[in-house]
């Protein structure tokens, strides 16, 4: 609250308004906005005023209003008065409670209750209000302060429902093939137990009401034990996340729709952290950003819940990044390798290839013990449809789920979709496997998030993102390592998508995600127009990994292809222009364009690591030297069916040990040598 306002409140209680007036007085200032505006107008004349104020407010408001009015403090009075409820109570040592009954409590019951309510708020005195409510069918609620006790039917009902809901689908799950008659006492028992426990004691929950309404954000009075990404609860039965703590307030997001909510709407806490359910029923489905399954293939049963927030492995708790994670690309595997536990971005111009360079990785992980997690923040919803189409034409929706918050979800649903997404990877990763989750993308992620944070009134910095807009990205990819074998051995692979525009890779969320990341694969619509695809720039995309998550077969075989390549772009630009060129320079474009032309590479045609290998090979020792470029691909596929069919022992090697020793390397020639021939 600003010093003015306090002064204010101040001068209120000095004066000992009667609350009823001060209510009064605020619901004219609240209606009639003209009133605050006329006196504040500095032509409108001093008696005009104190006519308007002895007009329309008690009495006992009019010095009041004038003090403030000779101050010029009269914008400051709604805040004033909205305050001084809670003020006046404090200065009273008197808390106000509200107890809702069917059956009217005895003089004894009121009794007790007083007494409980001074000795649980340590305050002199409790006015309590009672109100007559057949809708809780029996029992009482108490409201008072931020605490609510329910010892409602109402309550416990539901509670029930809730209950036999959850315990009708385990029942369905297990006892599919029992006998008709065991499956009736199955139900009988079961309604028994629920019939015993309905009169189970309702503990005291933290409760608070909304103030402020709109735009997919409440704020919210009360809750002053509510911790930042708690789980609370609305009277509708919505669910929203704590993200603002304040003073006096605290500033929710609902994860659904408003509808029937309003200012003075109740809220309870959960005293849970935001949360996902998780369950090996997940691979394979389409879940929006609670867990819920958006497929149409049934309800999903949740073995555990994870926190969508939770915090990162610690150094201790990791290993090295050493163990290759084949994305089957072939630009990529040789020359920006990624490991299990590493995080790799993508980047670059919508319409490049980011999402089909995922995509393939996601594909090529069939058949190697990866469980893959796909999470598409923002995107159309047809074009998620059309990525779990492909996924499942080429068999890979087995070992993956995708979770979606599409253009249409609130922002909230988009900020928490990557947390959820993680939370679901950590939970495949605790029992020990190897997951690969991607964030398609994460610049539309940091826009859901500023939306959300100007709603919530925080201070806009740089490009109107608030300040701690690197902090929601990096605890999110901290989260991705290699765990040791003491903490289960898994590891969780990330690859951030992110969008650039024109190719600014020195924008504010670029740099920030470059920053926290191991590595990035740049790629440039200029490369993707002229043919290149992936259209991947060698000079800007890096792996800081490195030679670490290669194989050594996979190392030997690139060799120096970066600085081959490096080498041929410079000379291609420096000789561009000259007619005449010496052999040694012609010979050095023909490779670079032969290499150029050999890792083009097809949509959704992810290649196994020995044909990469031998390919690489191939290539350096200058066995496609004098194949056109035209015809390198046909060129290459008929030669790899041929060590298919011949050299099915150099596969196996290669498969087997992943060395490129000098034998096997006179054996790839040989053949080659044979194919050629």
């Known amino acids: 609250m600003a010093n003015t306002d306090k002064e204010l409140l101040k001068e209120l209680l000095r004066l000992d308004v009667p609350q009823e007036d001060a209510e009064a007085a605020k619901h004219i200032f609240t209606d009639c906005k003209d009133v605050s505006d006329t006196l504040a107008n500095p032509l409108v004349t001093s008696d005009e005023k104190r006519a308007v ?65 001074m000795e649980r708020f340590i305050k ?93 954000i409440a704020q919210v009075r009360g809750m002053n034990s509510a911790m930042y990404g708690e789980l609370v609860e609305f009277e509708t039965g919505i669910r929203g996340i704590v993200q603002n703590l304040e003073e006096k307030t605290t500033g929710v997001v609902l994860l659904g729709d408003d509808h029937g909510l309003t200012e003075g709407s109740s809220v309870i806490r959960t005293g849970k952290r935001a949360g996902i359910g998780v369950s090996g029923e997940l691979l394979g489905r389409v879940v929006d950003a609670l867990g819920s399954p958006i497929d149409g293939g049934g309800a999903i049963i949740a073995e555990d ?34 490991g299990r536990g590493q995080r790799e971005l993508i980047i670059g111009d919508r319409q490049t290839g980011k ?25 159309k919803s047809s074009t998620v449809a059309q990525v779990v189409g492909t996924l499942r034409k080429f068999g890979a929706m087995d070992h993956t789920v995708v979770v979606c918050a599409s253009a249409s979800d609130p922002a909230p649903f988009q900020y928490i979709a990557p ?59 901290e989260r991705s390592s290699r765990l040791d074998d003491e903490h289960g051995g898994g590891s969780l692979t990330a690859l951030p998508v992110i969008e650039t525009l024109a190719g600014d890779i020195s924008a504010y969320i670029p740099t920030n995600v470059i920053s926290i990341t191991d590595g990035q694969i740049f790629l440039e619509s200029e490369l993707f127009n002229a043919g290149q695809r992936p259209a991947v720039n060698y000079g800007l995309s890096v792996s800081r990994v490195g030679g670490a998550a290669q194989t050594k077969a996979m190392k ?112 790839i020639e040989r053949i080659v040598t044979a194919f050629e021939e």
């Open 355 to 379: 999402t089909s360079i995922a995509l393939d990785t996601i594909i090529n992980q069939k058949d190697k013990n990866v469980i893959c997690v796909y999470v598409a923040i923002g995107q």
């Open 53 to 117: 104020v002895a007009r329309l407010f008690p009495e006992s408001m009019q010095k009041f209003i004038l003090s403030a009015i000779k101050t010029k403090s009269v914008e400051n009075i709604p805040a004033a008065l909205e305050g001084y409820h809670d003020a006046l109570l404090e200065k009273q040592g008197c808390i106000k409670a509200v107890v809702r009954y069917v059956t009217p409590l005895t003089e004894a019951q009121q009794a007790d209750l007083r007494k409980y309510i």
């Open 419 to 477: 947390y959820s997404g993680t939370a679901i990877a950590e939970y495949f990763m605790s029992k020990g496997h190897d997951v690969l989750i991607v964030y398609d993308d994460l610049s539309k992620h940091a826009v859901a998030y500023r939306a959300m944070s100007l709603l919530l009134h925080r201070p806009p910095g740089r490009e109107a993102y608030p300040g701690d807009v690197f902090y929601l990205h990096s605890r999110l990819l």
């Open 124 to 216: 002199e005195d409790v006015a309590i209000e009672y109100r007559h409510d057949p809708d809780i069918i029996g029992g009482f609620i108490l409201n008072a302060g931020d605490i609510k006790y329910d010892k409602s039917y109402r309550s416990s009902l539901n509670r029930m429902k809730e209950s036999l809901r959850s315990k009708a689908a385990e029942y369905t799950e297990s006892n599919e093939n029992k006998p008709v008659l065991s499956s009736m006492s199955d139900i009988i028992s079961m309604l028994k137990t629920e019939i015993q426990d309905f009169d189970v004691k309702s503990g005291a929950t933290e409760t608070g009401f909304i103030t402020r309404l709109g735009d997919g």
């Open 305 to 338: 819940y994870f926190p969508i927030e939770r915090e990162a492995p610690g150094v201790i708790e990791r290993k090295p990044v050493n163990v290759p994670l084949q994305t089957g690309i072939l630009a990529i595997d040789s020359m920006f390798p990624i």
């Open 556 to 667: 030997k075989a690139a060799g120096n292809l970066r600085i081959d390549l490096a080498q041929f772009k410079e000379m291609e630009i420096f000789t561009q222009f000259s007619s005449e060129l010496d052999q040694s320079t012609t010979e050095l474009l023909n490779h670079g364009r032969m290499l150029t032309e050999l890792l083009k590479q097809p949509l959704y045609n992810p290649l196994p690591q020995y044909e990469q290998v031998i390919l690489l090979y191939a290539a350096q020792n200058g066995f496609f030297k004098d194949i056109p470029a035209k015809e390198l691909k046909e060129y290459c596929s008929e030669l790899m069916s041929y060590i298919g069919t011949y050299g099915q022992d150099i596969i196996a090697e290669l498969e087997q040990n992943k060395v490129l020793t000098d034998d096997l390397a006179e054996r």
